[in-house]
């Protein structure tokens, strides 16, 4: 049973691509078979990550799923081999298209009779985009009720105590995880971490890197610690091999 991690959110510019290129950099990093896909029709952030070899897949025309292109994707999916983890980034431009196909068409348990387990993954964050963000969160539930979510607390933009919310508990009443992201001084961590990501680095090439001196390189390897600490913590990958089982 391969374990597949679906990205989702309709508020753009809340780290969305970074949190898919943190989960497949720990998937690698803790020895796991990976395969990423790409799906952002305008922003194609996971496929310049070179190390990570995403591949470029295409399922919109125009505003609309082109049925023939997802089910090329889904097609992808399901001839992963056992064990392995696919990591699947989509825009914020096809949130609501993507989301309504994929429940109409059950592909969760299509996937799942198919062999595989599905988990959507989502970004909750501080400041302005705290409502959209939330209010996306509140769209998955509802068109994913028996598919667990794992919920990305990203405070980049702002605190957030999410873990006491209503929807945080019912997600957790229903098998989904939150994961909250560390916060960082933006003056330090955050500016190097921001540079990391705009260079489309993963930590391992930041740390190898010119562009980054022997302190930022330091940082860098401390909060990547930290990060892979919390996913470990999370239980993503024991989850997913329980599943397997």
Known sequence: ?????????????????????????????????????????????????????ATKIEIMEGDSINSRLFDTMIEKLIQLPDEAFAVVDSGASTFVPLAAYMSENNVADFLKDSGHHLTLHTLITGGQAEGDTIQGLASLMDCFPDTP???????????????????????????????????????????????????????????????????AKQRLKIARDEIWNILDESGLIIDAQEQQE
């Not at 679906?6 to 990976?34: C, E, H, N, P, W």
């Not at 957790?172 to 990391?196: A, C, H, N, S």
């Open 1 to 53: 049973m391969a374990s597949i991690n679906m990205i989702l959110q309709g508020k753009g510019g809340v780290g969305k691509s970074f949190t898919a290129s943190l989960l497949s950099q720990y998937l690698v990093d803790r020895d796991q078979l990976l395969a990423c896909l790409d799906a952002d029709p305008i922003n194609a952030t996971l496929t310049a990550y070179e190390a990570l070899k």
């Open 149 to 215: 979510i794992t919920i990305w607390v990203n405070p980049f933009f702002g605190q957030i105590d999410f873990e006491n919310h209503k929807l945080a508990k019912t997600n957790r009443d229903q098998g989904g995880t939150t994961i909250v992201l560390p916060t960082y001084k933006k003056d330090t961590f955050g500016y190097d971490l921001e540079l990391m990501l705009k260079s489309r680095l993963t930590f391992a090439q930041a740390i190898n890197s010119g562009k980054f001196n022997v302190m």
